[in-house]
């Protein structure tokens, strides 16, 4: 059982748009700001959005993040078959003083 | 570039203990916050540990008293020593770079995989 909240699975045909939640408490989301990796198996996870809703240099605009309250989410505009991965949220928690993640969404792109 | 590169993991019995090792290229891992993050099979992604770069260091309960998250400076390596290992710790086990209080790993190893098994 993840601290973070999310669904298991989003799909989504090419170029469409497709938007993950994640959902915390006020010892987490509603505290301290939410990233996003991206994690293909076999692989490192990759840093996709961080601090709510900056990108690394190299993650495409395609990519954007938000957060209101104690819930955020990751959306990804122009879906490739590229986009196929798994998603997690991640932020610190005061209660446990460690990162939490949320359980990961599997996207997958009909 | 910033690289980690991990090493140690392999096949364990139960009860016994096992060394990971993740080697810094490119940054200091003492002037930093670095963590250990596993992924059992078929799960999600789980921090392990922290060291802050002031030597701090913290522990998900799930493995508290029995890891323990080190490193030396002059190697520029992390370790994660695993002490009375269990079933459910087996993993692909990573070292990560992060921030004060933060969410943000922004440099991963590609991992090095923990089975605990009899």
């Known amino acids: 059982q993840s601290v973070l909240t999310q669904p298991p699975s989003a799909s989504g045909t090419p170029g469409q748009r497709v938007s993950i939640s994640c959902s915390g408490s006020?010892?987490?989301?509603?505290?301290?700001?939410v990233n996003w990796y991206q994690h293909l198996p076999g692989t490192a996870p990759k840093l996709l959005i961080y601090?709510?809703?900056q990108r690394p240099s190299g993650v495409p605009d395609r990519f954007s993040g938000s957060k209101s309250g104690t819930s955020a989410s990751l959306a990804i505009s122009g879906l490739q078959s590229d986009d196929e991965a798994d998603y997690f949220c991640?932020?610190?928690?005061?209660?446990?003083?460690?990162?939490?993640f949320g359980g990961g969404t599997k996207l997958t792109v009909l | 570039e910033m690289q980690l590169v991990e090493s140690g993991g392999g096949l364990i019995q139960p009860g016994g203990f096992l060394r990971l090792s993740c080697a810094a290229s490119?940054?200091?891992?003492?002037?930093?916050?670095m963590s250990w993050v596993r992924q059992a099979p078929g799960k999600g992604l789980e921090w392990v540990s922290i060291?802050?770069?002031?030597?701090?260091?913290y522990y998900a309960d799930s493995v508290k008293g029995r890891f323990t998250i080190s490193r030396d400076n002059s190697k520029n390596t992390l370790y994660l020593q695993m002490d009375s290992l269990r079933a459910e710790d087996t993993a692909m086990y990573y070292c990560?770079?992060?921030?004060?209080?933060?969410?943000?790993?922004?440099?991963w190893g590609q991992g090095t995989t923990v089975t605990v098994s009899s």
């Open positions: 490119g940054f200091t891992v003492s002037n930093n916050y």
């Open positions: 060291i802050y770069f002031g030597g701090s260091t």
């Open positions: 991640a932020a610190w928690d005061d209660s446990l003083n460690g990162v939490v």
């Open positions: 990560a770079r992060g921030s004060f209080k933060s969410g943000l790993l922004d440099v």
């Open positions: 006020s010892s987490n989301i509603g505290s301290y700001t």
């Open positions: 601090t709510n809703n």
